[in-house]
């Protein structure tokens, strides 16, 4: 039962083949037998998850009209707000806290009665590529246990991977939906800005940062999709138009005709070389599908991680001026006589780990008077005119495409001392975000040279989320067909558990 999709579990649970209060438990008893290998989880609500599970299931009994995905368990991401359920962010300065409030995107879990199963593993404030800055130990991807799962939204992916929930949400500043999906062999989706409310998404960079779906299969996603977007009025930069159909684009599949543009940027010198293969395979599969394949060129993504590095430190040394040891979690030297101040110095000291201040400090410097210009404002710069790349780019394609990341996932503690090669890891993930477009990420299959899975990107301009679950959903059959089975039947580390 664990190993079906979403969409299969809730065909059964309509059928009234199994209950969500059963299918709750399946998951619970999985997380029990795999977590502790695989760490994906901060937090299990098993009390929370159950009782959750047996109110759908009664209303399922006294004959409510229950919405599509109603019963089906859900991993979420430890950034997002739930009332009375603590909530880290990953980060020590919060243990402890548990919010007063539900954010939207948890309100809209509930109201389509998906049943959320705990919090899971995330670098500290979502800022990394690895997981392995969060303040509570690292996720290990289900793949191989001594590699990263991505970041920052690792637990999410590898709860996937390991068959310890079927939905998961995650959130993406520069990629950590993608990132994730794409090195644990899952579908990560990152909508236009915007399209999921940001209210209760504890912030890192507010221009950036967008919520969305994460599951094993592209309509997964969508069904996802559908329930937690829509417009937010607690949310200022929430898009006031109706939800796209990303259900029927997830059902279509059909890439007949349309114009699939391969960034000349994202391709070749410092991508492995299994990734190029799975990636140049798969747009022969789209081309044997109906689409037309053409190269578009994006000259300004070259500047994207740089100006990403000075706007989201920018951001995030604002956005965590909230931590101040006054109003969440922990506090640290609150002594008889001690300063505000000193209260605040140590609580911070103790609190946020190394590359949270490295980013706090960063972001200081670069918006600092006499710097501001220099730094923040160029970056800002750079960032329309990226804007302006895809806008050209989009006249000549439906949609653009390129692999998720250069490498498969690579080992824990490889790259944890050197925040440059850390950095590099997300530089075809960063320029959707500065666009503020949607993106996707889905397996495209092996690295010949490691057995890891590969991620292919899919992206689509601002408020047409569609197109990237009609492609994905044409490349996700033909790739299905050509294989014989999904690719995470494939996963090796878990066997026998
Ligand atoms: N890895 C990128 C960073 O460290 C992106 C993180 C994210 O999308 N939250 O900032």
């Given at each position: 039962m664990i190993d079906l999709s979403a969409d299969e579990m809730a065909q059964k649970l309509r059928a009234g083949e199994t209950t969500s209060v059963a299918l709750t438990r399946l998951h619970l008893d999985r997380i029990a037998a795999v977590d502790g290998d695989?760490?994906?989880?901060?937090?299990?609500?098993t009390e929370g998850a159950l009782a959750q599970a047996a109110a759908v299931d009664a209303k399922r009994e006294a004959g409510e009209k229950l919405s599509p995905l109603a019963g089906v368990p859900l991993a979420l991401k430890d950034v997002m707000v739930q009332k009375g359920v603590p909530t880290t962010a990953g980060s020590k300065i919060l243990e402890g806290w548990r919010p007063p409030y539900d954010s939207t995107i948890v309100t809209n879990l509930k109201n389509n009665g998906i049943v959320i199963l705990g919090k899971t593993n995330m670098d500290e404030f979502a800022m990394?590529?690895?997981?392995?800055?969060?303040a509570y130990g690292p996720t290990h991807n289900p793949w191989d246990l001594t590699r990263i799962p991505g970041g920052s939204g690792g637990g999410s992916s590898a709860a996937l991977a390991a068959f310890e929930a079927p939905l998961a949400i995650g959130t993406d500043t520069g990629g950590s939906i993608r990132q994730p999906a794409a090195v644990t062999g899952t579908v990560g989706v990152k909508p236009t800005y915007g399209g999921v409310s940001r209210f209760g998404l504890i912030a890192f960079s507010s221009s950036l940062d967008q919520a969305g779906p994460c599951a094993r299969t592209v309509l997964d996603a969508a069904l996802l999709h559908e329930a937690i977007a829509g417009h937010d009025p607690k949310d200022s930069t929430s898009i006031n138009a109706p939800v796209p159909h990303v259900v029927a684009a997830a059902k279509s599949g059909d890439v007949k005709g349309m114009k699939i543009g391969v960034v000349k940027e994202l391709n070749g010198d410092g991508y492995q070389r299994g990734v190029r293969t799975r990636f140049e395979e798969s747009l022969e599969l789209l081309a044997a599908a109906g689409a037309e394949i053409v190269e578009v060129s994006a000259?300004?993504?070259?500047y994207a991680l740089a100006a990403y590095y000075l706007i989201a430190p920018s951001e995030c040394s604002s956005n965590l001026a909230r931590f101040d040891a006054m109003r969440y979690g922990v506090r640290v030297g609150?002594?008889?006589?001690?300063?505000a101040e000193s209260v605040m110095n140590l609580t911070r000291e103790v609190g946020f780990g190394r590359e949270v201040k490295r980013r706090i400090i960063l972001g200081t410097y670069a918006l600092s008077s006499g710097y501001y210009d220099a730094y923040y404002g160029s970056a800002q710069k750079v960032r329309t005119l990226i804007t302006q790349d895809f806008n050209r780019a989009f006249e000549k394609c439906d949609v653009m495409v390129s692999?998720?990341?250069?490498?498969t996932a690579f080992k824990i503690g490889e790259k944890s001392n050197d925040p440059i090669a850390m950095y590099l890891n997300d530089i075809a993930t960063i320029p959707v975000n500065m666009a503020g477009i949607g993106g996707m990420s889905l397996p495209s299959g092996l690295a010949p040279e490691d057995g890891l899975p590969v991620g292919f990107q899919i992206m689509a301009p601002a408020m047409a989320d569609e197109r990237m679950y009609v492609v994905g959903a044409a490349l996700e059959s033909a790739l299905l067909t050509k294989w014989g089975a999904p690719l995470l039947s494939k996963i090796p580390a878990l066997a026998g558990k």
């Open positions: 695989v760490h994906a989880f901060l937090y299990v609500d990394g590529s690895s997981t392995e800055n969060s000259p300004n993504f070259e609150d002594v008889d006589g001690a300063s692999p998720t990341c250069p490498t």
